[in-house]
């Protein structure tokens, strides 16, 4: 999935960006810099775990639709900057 910031807010380090799977429950990373207007974060998972990388997609990952409606956010000490279902 990609998380782009089109405008508004800087989103802060330390930011926990997740998703919640119905059938393999939830997965979340910090970002480690800020993530400012225009910029992207994708996600994918890989071994079990939640992967992050800025602006460029990860070559040996492949996009596939998601079987059931998940759940993406991005919160801060509690204060969400979004919450959607993907």
Known sequence: MRLENEAGQ???AGTDVGIHLPL????????RSPLTSG???FTWIEDGQL???????PDEVTPREL???SLLWADLDGDAYI???V
Do not use: C, F, N
Request: glycine share 4%; hydrophobic share 20%; no cysteine.
């Open 10 to 12: 800087t989103i802060s």
């Open 24 to 31: 393999k429950g939830s997965m979340q990373r910090s970002i």
């Open 39 to 41: 910029e992207t974060v």
């Open 51 to 57: 992967r992050l990388s800025r602006d460029d997609p």
């Open 67 to 69: 079987d059931t409606p």
């Open 83 to 85: 919450q959607r279902e």
